[in-house]
């Protein structure tokens, strides 16, 4: 036989070997995640960690007590997860303070019963005075309507925003950004035209009883006036009111706190890559939450999901090839100063986050996650990410396009992707930003594969990188 | 989760739209499945019913008052759906009562105080007597440790099954699976060897505090006795007495008692098809359950998914080809009379279900289909199945093998194609056979979601068939 008929055979032998050597990779993957996998569900601290930030130290608003000792709380923890380094980093917070209970009244038509509202109110939102106001309410459904009524019919009154969420949306974050601009901007926006307090139906699916607080902006030069988030069993109840009876007077009083800015801390901790550690992997969530309830979906779940890679890996005896970083940032929710401090950091260090993957849409069942980069990158990088999907596709994850998180879009100029973890989406409105948001809202196997889904890329990141120009 | 950065998130859903919008142009596929969702999230009664199902009738176990209650009440529901026909299948039932509530009492060690344990009694176990039994307990974790301990050992003592759920699985039906053998055969197993009594570790991978009753099966010829599920953390603290003292001595009485069996029915109603109307699709769920709890995941969830499908074609005027059927089973839990009853008249009747789907893992945010078929026709079923998929996932839907359900296997024979529909499970053993399987325990838009993955398939499957021979 001529050796040159020999060629097509042996290159084929040469191609085969090379799949043979990938599929064996594949293996290798399969069963490393897999582990992951065990370790998270028999293994796991997350749950216990999340009662503790939940249940004993509760809600932690930027600035508070709660806030300074979920600091310390995880920064231990992390001492004991064998990183190479742990560290706080300095953050200037506001510190808004609830004060004495929010009261939302109103006298039913044709009543000589007062009916107490459940209300509570906004994060930075203003005082009515001790003695509480009463005052004519007016509906509106738009930011623009407010426009239209003009300060003739708004002047001394109390605007209440009553648009509703979209049920038609399959995932609750769309109908969440869909009605959340009437909590962010309208009482900032009635105040303008001289309203004297603002009611919003809460930002939730749901017919419930639960008050839902959250953000509210107040522009420099706006004096804030009181804004109360009501239930929507309530905004249902007070919009049926002023259908049989024009004129429909409610009596608010709430007597929040503006308090001078306080010092407080991002915790971070990473392990240094072992080849390449200037690629940083970043995972991470928010350790502030609202001051009611204990935070435990929003986001006590996102700083415990990113503890608790750390301690799989450890578990697993993992030695990342890149660095792999967890930040629990401070205050996402009113004014994002640790995410900000953080990013001006790092540029100034001229680090490169090759990922970052934020945590911050509840502890339940994992669906995937949505990425995003700037535009030059995107196509190339997502496609790698989506290579990977046959070893995450048995656990039912997908790829998608959309955000990162809050805390982590300052580092998309970095060049790097932008990861945000997506668990199922129907439950996060029945407890975000209120008082049920706690332990028992969390099934802690859903809480487990969350953990378990994120350290599983970051493993895949670490040891295939993005293929980054260096 | 702070939503002041909306402006990328916003941008996104109008991208998606459009797209959506392109898509659906081509397709009047996708534009109906997209008014199934509408219908089930914005106009549905799925929920409503399910209410009325869990805490105004309640636990409906076969032969009760209560399950009398749901047949009427059903009926009189899918008498409003604009059906062709509805009607009662007489069916005899096995008719079991709890009785006066069960207790289990250990005196712990070095104690002078009880501890009760929180128990229930099995469905179709037996009692103690009305003074109760005291007797040692002797652990076991597999069915076949009794054989190797022998009559000398088991005789005159009280049998405790505790072999945990492995939390590896990620679908916890694998997990019950494997361990529910101890629940179904232990007690029999244990009387043969002369127990005197038998306690089962509840049947969910939580630790908390809930008992989990369901069946247990006495063979023709062995008497039964007494069988108590205890909480996983009743059954921890118990093998931990044991473990520290190797005689620990329990009390336990219970006094069920086994009636005449009873009538009663399936609850069924149909819409002719049109064009084929030899052709069924049958979609279901069991209208029975346990009497302790709602019965609201298991299995009103499935009635009312069933329901719901009527409810929502009606809505949207449409006109089946197919003979579409509903059938609400009575008596899955402890027997399955009504699944054997109407395939015994279904066979008689020569009928042909094209295709049969079951509801009976949950009213949890949906995941998909598993499918089952007798061997000759399931792989070009299901391909057939898996044509649709592009008009599904983007509900995130997924087809998978896998058996069908308890009360239409009986219908394999037909050769036609069996589908259950298939939930997250993550959550269904925390409620499952408790008296926390109760509509607080149902989401709303999970229950509403799964009606509509539902009734997308029923859509598909009439209009396009399963390319039948003739």
Redesign the interface.
Known sequence: MNKIFLLPFFLFLLQTNSVFAQEAEKDEDAFFIRSI??QA??NGSAYDWLFHLSENIGGRISGSDEAQEAVEYTKKIMDTLALDKVWLQECTVPHWVRGDMEIAQIMPFGSVEKKTMQAAALGNSGGTGAQGITADVIEVMELADLDKLGRENIEGKIVFFNRPFN??Y?R???A??GA??QR?FGPAKAAKYGAVGTLVRSMT??LDDVPHT??T?FEEGIEPIAALAISTNDAEFLSDQIKQNKTVKVFIRANPKKMPDAISYNVIGEIKGSEKPEEIILVGGHLDSWDIGGGAH??GAGCVHSMEVFNILKNLNYKPKRTIRCVLFMN???G?AGATEYAKVSNENKEFHMAAIES??GGF?P?GFSC?AVDEIFKDKYKQLTQWLPLLEP??L?FE???G??DI?PLKSQNGILIGFRP?S??YF?Y?HTKIDRIEAV????LE?GAASITSLVYLLDKYGLDNKE
């Not at 099934?443 to 859903?446: A, I, L, S, V, Y």
């Open positions: 996998y065990d569900l028999v049920q038609k399959i609750t974050f769309y969440y950004g959340v601009d962010v699916g749901r959250g953000v902006i929003d986001d996402e929710e009113n994002l911050d849409a069942t669906r995003d656990y039912r997908a396009k959309g955000g998180g809050a879009t199922d129907q439950r029945d975000h099934n802690k196997r859903e594969l």
